[in-house]
């Protein structure tokens, strides 16, 4: 799309790259690319997974570029589709993302692996939420991180600015996998591969599921599914992939998922 954001496509896997040297970070022309980017994966029915990752070792990506804000880029601008970085608040995303994160990851850029489903990382890679230092909010991270690790050790890192490596950030459940620097991006495409041969109307089903039923109790939450009063689901239970599924369960071979 751009020399800021490139993307590489191999059957159903889109591999969105951010390259904004010295530190990816993002204004607000390179959140809307992103959006727009993210959202051509959603919309297009013969991409199943997409994989985030960003150029160079040294920054994953360092979050708002604070030198476009000096210039004149207001933090409540426009981020464009998707809110900041195109996938914090992109509605109807029930496409399995995957952040390949090799870095820093700071601020706004933790924020934005943590948009993403499953998070791999280098060795060399860390996290921290810095914005208590200049007196601001880490918005995203405050409402996500204390749902996704224990209170105290979330209050901890939003409240202190700390850094924690990959090693720590692993152990509380963040990170899936941390991997040498140069066996990072081959594990995240064996990830992707795996995702893409898998029924993608179960995915998305998943997907929203969790999303629309994070906070309700237990049995609320089961009445939305098994009332079919999500769309996913209810497409799902009507599909030719749920018929496939048990046919080929019965005839012992692999299914062949179709999307429909």
Same mark, same amino acid.
């Given at each position: 799309?751009?020399?800021?954001? %490139?993307? /590489?496509?191999?059957?159903?896997?889109?591999?969105?790259?951010?390259? %904004?040297?010295?530190? *990816? #970070?993002?204004?607000?022309?390179?959140?809307?690319?992103?959006?727009?980017?993210?959202?051509?994966? %959603?919309?297009?029915?013969?991409? =199943?997974?997409?994989?985030?990752?960003? $150029?160079?070792?040294?920054?994953?990506?360092?979050?708002?570029?604070?030198? $476009?804000?000096?210039?004149?880029?207001?933090?409540?601008?426009?981020?464009?589709?998707?809110?900041?970085?195109?996938?914090?608040?992109?509605?109807?995303? *029930?496409?399995?993302?995957?952040?390949?994160?090799?870095?820093?990851?700071?601020?706004?850029?933790? @924020?934005?692996?943590?948009?993403?489903?499953?998070?791999?990382? &280098?060795?060399?890679?860390?996290?921290?939420?810095? +914005?208590?230092?200049?007196?601001?909010?880490?918005?995203?991270?405050?409402?996500?991180?204390?749902?996704?690790?224990?209170?105290?050790? #979330? !209050?901890?890192?939003?409240?202190?600015? =700390?850094?924690?490596? #990959?090693?720590?950030?692993?152990?509380?459940?963040?990170? *899936?996998?941390?991997?040498? $620097?140069?066996?990072?991006?081959? /594990?995240?495409? @064996?990830?992707? %591969?795996?995702?893409? &041969?898998?029924?993608?109307?179960?995915?998305?089903?998943?997907? @929203?599921?969790?999303?629309?039923?994070?906070?309700?109790?237990?049995? +609320?939450?089961? *009445?939305?599914? !098994?009332?079919?009063?999500?769309?996913?689901?209810?497409?799902?239970?009507? &599909?030719?992939?749920?018929? @496939?599924? $048990? /046919?080929?369960?019965?005839?012992?071979?692999?299914?062949?998922?179709?999307?429909?």
């Amino acid at each position: 799309m751009s020399d800021v954001i %490139r993307t /590489r496509r191999e059957g159903g896997i889109l591999e969105v790259t951010l390259d %904004r040297p010295k530190a *990816n #970070a993002i204004d607000l022309a390179t959140s809307r690319l992103m959006g727009q980017t993210f959202k051509a994966f %959603r919309d297009d029915p013969d991409l =199943r997974v997409a994989i985030l990752r960003t $150029a160079g070792e040294k920054f994953f990506c360092a979050g708002w570029d604070l030198k $476009a804000a000096a210039e004149g880029d207001p933090i409540d601008g426009d981020y464009g589709v998707g809110g900041f970085g195109g996938l914090q608040e992109l509605r109807d995303l *029930n496409k399995p993302v995957i952040a390949c994160v090799n870095g820093m990851a700071v601020g706004g850029g933790f @924020e934005l692996a943590l948009s993403c489903d499953l998070i791999y990382a &280098s060795e060399h890679s860390s996290f921290a939420l810095p +914005e208590i230092r200049a007196g601001t909010l880490a918005d995203a991270a405050t409402i996500k991180l204390p749902r996704r690790m224990p209170y105290h050790v #979330a !209050m901890d890192l939003l409240l202190t600015g =700390r850094w924690m490596d #990959a090693a720590e950030a692993h152990r509380w459940g963040l990170v *899936n996998e941390v991997l040498p $620097a140069d066996g990072l991006e081959q /594990r995240v495409w @064996e990830i992707a %591969r795996l995702l893409e &041969s898998g029924p993608p109307l179960v995915f998305a089903a998943i997907k @929203e599921t969790a999303r629309m039923t994070e906070g309700l109790p237990f049995q +609320e939450a089961m *009445n939305k599914v !098994m009332r079919r009063q999500l769309p996913t689901v209810d497409i799902l239970y009507d &599909s030719e992939d749920y018929q @496939e599924g $048990a /046919r080929a369960f019965a005839e012992k071979r692999d299914p062949v998922w179709k999307g429909k």
